[in-house]
């Protein structure tokens, strides 16, 4: 990944489908170079039963993201101010 992605950053997308959406980084994988951002590329996908009584039905779940996304501005924000220098 080009700019340091942490879990738990606010990132906005630079292209693709959503761009201009921002979201918080759920999970990264970065041997793959994708990320997992909160309620985008939300997918819906159907399960059978495996067996007679067991559940199935519909999940939803976020899909990974290949980045062009930019670190939003919450995370400069956590980190502490700079003390300032003595007079």
């Known amino acids: 990944m080009s700019a340091r992605i942490k879990k738990n950053d606010m990132v906005m997308v630079l292209s693709g489908k959503e761009r201009g959406k921002t979201g918080r980084v759920l999970d990264i994988d970065r041997e793959r170079e994708r990320a997992v951002v909160e309620k985008l590329m ?14 199935g039905g519909r999940h ?24 300032s220098a003595p007079s």
Request: net charge positive.
């Open 60 to 83: 939803r779940g976020e899909e990974r993201l290949h980045p062009p996304l930019e670190p939003g501005a919450d995370r400069s924000q956590s980190k502490k101010a700079p003390a």
């Open 42 to 55: 939300v997918l819906k996908r159907h399960f059978k039963r495996p067996q007679p009584g067991a559940p």
